[in-house]
């Protein structure tokens, strides 16, 4: 297995390895891909494709080639290969933030499958700002990657007329729409605020409130949320919108200021699991009691919403199935294979004790 740390008695001629600055003049900077091949009894072509397509290699040749490497010191010259062949095996990711596991989950499994097809990750961050996202697109753009994968659709108009222009494989994720801009992955925001409003008319909540990030995606889960309770002629809707990225202690803050506008306030959706374990902090410290007196439900199953008292209600979305579609969309499409263009995974609301 390519894991395994490699033994000198898997290469015949082991005891070799130990001198080869015998033989290469400039030792480990003087060598080159061929000196790789002899040492392994391979072609050439052959270390080339463990470098830029290992699942092309028979599995014993990929780890003899590994180990001659791994003994050599030897490093490949990415930048002149990408240009001669006129590709850089280099995919851009880009993503508002991988301080909170929500994202960073998505990120990490893309990451390895995409590192398993002989393929590299050029991690952007660019916050919440659409012209961040732009200024990122032109500095990654200009290593010449071979796919891109974006984080939600709200894009600015300039930004999608080029990537479509550019003719390189593009997916969106963490959102849902009818017009991506190539291949999308996600889900419907918008359907989560309404599926968390019916979790609470089903509980009989009468004067629900809001807490939220006003990033579009979080937007989009107010406008659902709103809707449906609206339709079940609930009135008026307290909420306080902050900026992102959430936090425990923003949420803590927030919750006195939606009691001043509705002192009735019996639950509270709040646009992440940080911010609702925030908000259930200061309930506590407001003598409200959760679930009788306040419900709250979060977003995105953190790890530690199991670890709350109580434990926290709130949405699932699969971020590693997330990044694995995702991967295998620009996979896909790199390898020839057209798929399909939209791919919904889905959510479901996880109720716990806070409901």
């Given at each position: 297995?390519?894991?395994?740390?490699?033994?000198?008695?898997?290469?015949?001629?082991?005891?070799?390895?130990?001198?080869?600055?015998?033989?290469?003049?400039?030792?480990?900077?003087?060598?080159?891909?061929?000196?790789?091949?002899?040492?392994?009894?391979?072609?050439?072509?052959?270390?080339?494709?463990?470098?830029?397509s290992p699942e092309t290699v028979a599995p014993d040749t990929l780890e003899r080639v590994r180990q001659v490497v791994q003994k050599l010191g030897y490093v490949p010259n990415r930048l002149a290969s990408g240009l001669s062949s006129s590709r850089s095996r280099l995919i851009a990711a880009i993503v508002?933030?991988?301080?909170?596991?929500?994202?960073?989950?998505?990120?990490?499994?893309?990451?390895?499958?995409?590192?398993?097809?002989?393929?590299?990750?050029?991690?952007?961050?660019?916050?919440?700002?659409?012209?961040?996202?732009?200024?990122?697109?032109?500095?990654?753009?200009?290593?010449?990657?071979?796919?891109?994968?974006?984080?939600?659709?709200?894009?600015?108009?300039?930004?999608?007329?080029?990537?479509?222009?550019?003719?390189?494989?593009?997916?969106?994720?963490?959102?849902?729409?009818?017009?991506?801009?190539?291949?999308?992955?996600?889900?419907?925001?918008?359907?989560?605020?309404?599926?968390?409003?019916e979790h609470f008319l089903q509980r009989k909540v009468r004067a629900p409130g809001l807490i939220s990030a006003n990033d579009d995606r979080a937007l989009a889960r107010r406008d659902g949320f709103r809707e449906r309770l609206a339709q079940a002629g609930v009135g008026e809707i307290a909420e306080v919108?902050?900026?992102?990225?959430?936090?425990?202690?923003?949420?803590?803050?927030?919750?006195?200021?939606?009691?001043?506008?509705?002192?009735?306030?019996?639950?509270?959706?709040?646009?992440?699991?940080?911010?609702?374990?925030?908000?259930?902090?200061?309930?506590?410290?407001?003598?409200?009691?959760?679930?009788?007196?306040?419900?709250?439900?979060?977003?995105?199953?953190?790890?530690?919403?199991?670890?709350?008292?109580?434990?926290?209600?709130?949405?699932?979305?699969?971020?590693?199935?997330?990044?694995?579609?995702?991967?295998?969309?620009?996979?896909?499409?790199?390898?020839?294979?057209?798929?399909?263009?939209?791919?919904?995974?889905?959510?479901?609301?996880?109720?716990?004790?806070?409901?």
């Open positions: 297995m390519p894991n395994q740390k490699p033994t000198a008695a898997a290469i015949p001629d082991a005891p070799e390895l130990a001198a080869p600055a015998k033989r290469l003049r400039g030792g480990p900077k003087g060598l080159r891909i061929t000196d790789v091949a002899a040492l392994a009894g391979v072609a050439p072509i052959t270390v080339s494709r463990v470098f830029n508002p933030t991988i301080a909170h596991s929500l994202f960073s989950e998505t990120i990490q499994v893309f990451s390895e499958t995409m590192s398993r097809a002989g393929y590299q990750v050029l991690l952007a961050l660019s916050g919440y700002s659409d012209s961040s996202e732009e200024a990122l697109l032109d500095a990654v753009l200009s290593r010449r990657p071979e796919g891109v994968l974006l984080t939600g659709i709200a894009h600015t108009d300039s930004l999608r007329e080029r990537l479509r222009n550019v003719g390189m494989p593009v997916v969106e994720t963490w959102d849902m729409t009818a017009t991506p801009i190539d291949m999308l992955v996600g889900f419907s925001h918008h359907e989560i605020g309404a599926a968390v409003a919108l902050v900026l992102p990225p959430s936090s425990i202690a923003v949420g803590k803050a927030a919750l006195p200021t939606l009691l001043e506008q509705a002192p009735n306030l019996d639950a509270v959706f709040c646009g992440s699991d940080l911010l609702a374990i925030g908000v259930l902090g200061a309930a506590k410290r407001l003598g409200l009691s959760v679930p009788s007196q306040l419900s709250i439900c979060g977003f995105g199953d953190l790890e530690y919403a199991t670890e709350t008292t109580p434990q926290l209600t709130t949405v699932r979305v699969d971020g590693a199935r997330i990044g694995l579609t995702a991967a295998r969309c620009l996979l896909d499409r790199l390898s020839g294979v057209e798929k399909s263009k939209v791919n919904n995974v889905g959510f479901h609301v996880v109720e716990r004790e806070t409901t």
